[in-house]
């Protein structure tokens, strides 16, 4: 059974700091992975895609890696801005043919100004 | 373009009840997916639309039932509403279901209060 851990669960920074969230999961066995925001009670707004194949994609001031073999995505925010405060998830992808995502706990992060 | 749309957008039920939840998709995108996400975890996937046709099922009690009408759009159906049902219910869509093109995009999900 997959399952999708992100470090830290909460994150405090000042403004203009870099900061890099964590996404592990356990079967390496993915189609790809995407990388979301949550703002409170909201839904979800889709950040990164990368494919399985793929090393890394950028978004801005965003970037996300995949290490297929070890289990393991960062997503890489540059230059952290008050408005970057939200929830961050990771999702996973298993099924060649579906759309079942497996998804982390999320990462809560507040940038202060 | 319009994105992903859910209705209702909140709303309050009592245990036993039953509710419907109704999304439509992005224009053009055949397939819809449902997740239900509690306080403070990640999204749980329960049902799978594409072409009409159900294509995934997630660990969920046959209470939850869905469907897929033909231009696309799709309701989610909960009976005898419990307590643990409280939660965002997350609508999804994509172009078609192979990872190549299969990014997700959601709505901004319907807040279910069961008391």
């Known amino acids: 059974k997959q399952e999708v851990t992100q470090i830290p669960a909460a994150l405090s920074v000042p403004e203009g700091e870099n900061l890099v969230l964590n996404c592990s999961f356990t079967d390496s066995a993915i189609y790809n992975l995407q990388w979301f925001r949550q703002d409170p009670g909201k839904g979800l707004t889709s950040l990164l895609l990368?494919?399985?194949?793929?090393r890394e994609q950028t978004s801005g001031r965003l970037n996300a890696s995949l290490d297929k073999s070890s289990g393991r995505s960062t997503l890489y925010i540059a230059a952290s801005q008050p408005g970057d405060s939200a929830t961050y998830l990771c999702a996973v992808r298993m099924e060649e043919y579906g759309n079942k995502l497996v998804f982390g706990a999320g990462t809560i992060l507040r940038v202060k100004s | 373009d319009a994105g992903v749309t859910q209705s209702p957008t909140h709303l309050i039920k009592t245990r036993g009840q039953q509710v419907t939840l109704r999304c439509s998709p992005i224009s053009g995108h055949k397939s819809v997916s449902w997740y239900q996400q509690v306080l403070g975890q990640g999204p749980q996937f329960i049902f799978q639309?594409?072409?009409?046709?159900?294509?995934g099922r997630g660990n969920f009690p046959d209470r939850f039932s869905a469907r897929q009408f033909p231009n696309y759009s799709s309701e989610l159906n909960v009976n005898a509403l419990l307590l643990g049902d409280s939660a965002l219910y997350l609508c999804a869509s994509s172009l078609f279901l192979t990872p190549n093109t299969g990014e997700l995009f959601f709505g901004e999900g319907s807040r279910l209060t069961v008391l």
């Open positions: 639309y594409y072409e009409k046709e159900e294509r």
């Open positions: 990368i494919q399985s194949s793929q």
